[in-house]
Structures are given as C-alpha cells and as structure tokens.
C-alpha cells in the first residue's frame, strides 16, 4: 500500500514539472552572409550625356558687321580688323551662333588716295567668327558701304569690281564701324546647341476708338414754335 501511494506521488510530480517548462520557440532562419566586394568591384558612374550638336553648312549665308572702322587712308595690306555677326546663325530653328559673336577680317589690298583724282583702294576679306571653342570660317565678304540701306546698291557693284571692293574717286575708302556685310560658311563644322530661336514680339492690335453717339434728332412736335 505504501509503496502504490509513493509511486502515484512520483508520477505527479513528474507531470507537474512537465507542465512547468515552456514550450521550445522555433529556431529563427538564418539571415543570408552579404557577398565581399572585391577592390576591383567598384560602381562606375554614368559617363555624363554629350550636348547635342547640330550641323553647319558650307556656303550658308551669314550676315556679319565691322567692330571698327577700315579705311585705305591708314591700313596696310595684312592688317587685321574685328568683326562680329550682326544676326545669329540658325540651324533647323536653333541658334548655334549667337549674334555678336567676335571674329576677324583681313586687309587684302590697300593703296591710299592721291591728287589728281588718283582714288583710293581697299580690298577686304572676312576669316572667321568664334562661338566658345568652335571657330567658324567665313568667305565670300560682300560689303555695304552705308549699311544695310545700301546694301542692294553695294552687292551689285561687286559684280563688276570684285567682292569687298569699293573705289571712291579723289578720296580714301573708309568703312565705319556699323557696316553691314553678308558673307558665306567657308567649310562644314559641328556648334552645340544653343536653343530655339526667340519668338517674335507681336505687337498688340489697336484698340478700335468707340463710335461718337450721335444726338436724337428732335420730332416735328417739339421743333414747332410754341403757341404757333
């Protein structure tokens, strides 16, 4: 008997302490070891985008102005003189030289003014304009001794005496800074990009001035003479 009873007591003793002990947690999955990156695994950065550049013509026609005055009276054949563009050079609509960009002419022959009506001479070349790092080489000057008002004039009188001509009895030949001139691309050349065009300034339209109101004309009653 006592050995049944001490047998039960150990049977619940054991159970008991079974009960006490928490369940065992799942094992958690092991994260997965980042790879090495060797010295030779470097991330290389993306090569920047080039700007886009448009394509120049030769023989496009330019127009182009003196920075300063030329005159047979003080130049020497190879002299140098400045230039600019007078209007930008366009390509499909986008500038890729802007107006006022610096160039160079060349004197090609110059012989003073004598008496006698002995006239002076002055032969002009255009060489180039510069837009950043790109120069751009002209030819074919075709000058307009009074500006662009004269141009026509100008243009086809150098039919006959030759290109950037101009022969001016009993006096020098002077060329003052301002004078228009159109000139041609010597040679084809790549120019970046230099946006659109601007737009045209429209000019608003005139606002019409209302019509005057002009007075009621008054009825054959009220004309008559009262008490007639």
């Known amino acids: 008997m006592k050995y049944a009873l001490s047998v039960a ?19 958690s999955p092991a ?31 330019v127009r182009v102005e003196l920075a300063e005055a030329v ?3 003080d130049r020497a054949e190879g002299a140098k003189f400045a230039v600019k563009l007078a209007a930008p050079i366009m390509v ?11 160039g160079q002419g060349e004197v090609i022959y110059a012989e003073k003014g004598g008496g006698g009506g002995k006239p002076g001479k002055l032969v002009l070349a255009i060489r180039y304009v510069d837009v950043g790092d790109v120069r751009i080489k002209l030819k074919a000057l075709r000058l307009g001794a009074g500006g662009d008002s004269e141009f026509t004039q100008m243009e086809i ?15 020098e030949v002077v060329y003052p800074a301002g004078t228009r001139a159109s000139a041609k691309v010597a040679e084809d050349v790549a120019l970046p990009d230099g946006g659109p065009a601007p737009a045209p300034v429209v000019a608003p339209a005139p606002v019409a001035a ?3 109101t002009t007075a009621p004309a008054a009825s054959a009653g009220a004309s008559a003479t009262p008490g007639a």
Do not use: Y
């Open 71 to 73: 005159s047979s009276k």
């Open 9 to 27: 007591a150990a049977l619940s003793v054991g159970i008991s302490g079974a009960a006490a002990q928490p369940a065992a947690s799942p094992a």
């Open 157 to 171: 009188a150098a039919q006959f005496i030759g290109p950037a001509v101009m022969f001016m009895n009993g006096r």
């Open 92 to 102: 499909n609509g986008r500038i890729v030289a802007p107006a006022g960009a610096a």
């Open 31 to 61: 994260s997965p070891a980042s790879a090495p990156i060797s010295e030779s695994q470097t991330v290389a950065a993306a090569p920047a985008a080039p700007a886009s550049e448009l394509h120049l013509a030769a023989d496009t026609p």
């Open 210 to 212: 209302p019509a005057p």
